[in-house]
């Protein structure tokens, strides 16, 4: 065995599942190291709960391979995988209380009063809930609920804790809060976790690493400084973050990008693929100048409106091409550059669009 091999904790191998004639997986293949922090980021109906659901044996795959600690468990039900789920209803048991909600798959194993009080003493310690145990699921917080499912999630000691979008019934001051906590607590555990969330800010948060879904696919697989500052697909570049999109043609030799009267040099290392191309920038790439700058990617635009942001001002623009024709471009610049350029709507300002910050990629069809 490869020191890989031996570092692989859970191995997903080219799985497919099928809903009669929708394919909501199709040949997805991943894999988590031990203590790896792993989060399945995709929109709606992209198949990330049913990769979820088919890990935990919730949902059997009509093909590949689920493999846990090198062990097959492809065709396992859920009480055999030693797995710890928590969904995003948080499914606790409204008439137990808090204490109970988390004692109760351990009564079967643990059949000492004493040992039960104390193991759960610990569980509800850890998730910082010691004075919560007596009360019931209605007289907690969403926050509260949260943790005490997580609990009951961690009471068996799982090989594998799946999350299913945990947070996403919370307010955003408590999932911040909570996001913080459950990475401190699956990092101080060793635990290899899986979480399924649609916000991309949870995911760039918490994760070690991102997998991005779409259709049914895994479409891109890092970290996520590599998903953020070299998205493989507009798609992907669309999803993490915001980003500016003009399709064009690409002169390989001269490394510029058309679009009309407009030509863009490109500075990064991109292997030829072909003439049509989709150039991208991020609105926090794009400088604003209201001197008089000129150079490459130095282009002369209409300011037509500046939002305030707070530490941020959004800076709305239209970029000429030729044939009265414009584009629309979007910066994001601090509150001081702001006020050192003293831009504002309805103004002309230069975009500086920095050669080696400017995307290309393939053109969708």
Not at 99 to 120: Q, T
Request: charged residues 25%.
């Amino acid at each position: 065995m490869t020191s890989t091999e031996s570092e692989t904790y859970l191995s997903v191998e080219r799985v497919t599942k099928r809903f009669g004639a929708f394919t909501a997986l199709s040949d997805v293949s991943f894999t988590a190291r031990r203590g790896e922090f792993l989060s399945i980021l995709g929109p709606s109906g992209c198949g990330k709960t049913t990769i979820l659901r088919a890990v935990a044996g919730l949902e059997p795959q009509d093909e590949g391979v689920v493999r846990l600690k090198g062990r097959d468990v492809s065709t396992m039900p859920v009480s055999k995988r030693h797995v710890g789920i928590v969904f995003q209803s948080y499914a606790l048991f409204p008439n137990l209380s808090a204490r109970d909600n988390v004692a109760y798959g351990l009564r079967k194993d643990l059949k000492d009063r004493r040992a039960l009080a104390e193991r759960v003493d610990k569980l509800l310690a850890l998730v910082g809930l010691e004075a919560a145990g007596n009360k019931y699921p209605s007289q907690l917080s969403g926050g509260q609920q949260q943790r005490v499912a997580l609990a009951r999630a961690l009471a068996l000691s799982p090989d594998l804790l799946l999350l299913d979008e945990p947070l996403s019934a919370l307010d955003a001051q408590v999932r911040v809060m909570l996001r913080a906590e459950i990475r401190a607590l699956t990092q101080r555990l060793g635990m290899t976790t899986i979480m399924v969330t649609h916000d991309q800010e949870e995911a760039m948060t918490m994760a070690d690493r991102i997998l991005i879904m779409n259709q049914g696919r895994l479409v891109q697989n890092g970290s996520p400084s590599d998903i953020y500052e070299a998205p493989a697909s507009p798609f992907v570049a669309s999803f993490i973050g915001s980003m500016n999109f003009v399709s064009g043609d690409m002169h390989w030799d001269s490394r510029t990008f058309h679009r009309g009267n407009l030509s863009v040099k490109i500075d990064r290392d991109v292997s030829p693929f072909g003439k049509e191309a989709v150039a991208a920038i991020r609105p926090e790439d794009i400088r604003v100048s209201t001197n008089g700058e000129a150079g490459p990617n130095v282009f002369e635009v209409e300011v037509d409106n500046v939002e305030y942001r707070g530490p941020v001002y959004r800076v709305t623009m239209r970029l000429p091409f030729g044939g009265g024709q414009t584009l629309p471009l979007v910066a994001d610049i601090t509150a001081d550059q702001a006020r050192r350029t003293g831009v504002s709507g309805r103004t002309r300002a230069k975009a500086i669009l920095p050669a080696d910050r400017v995307h290309l990629f393939r053109a969708e069809a």
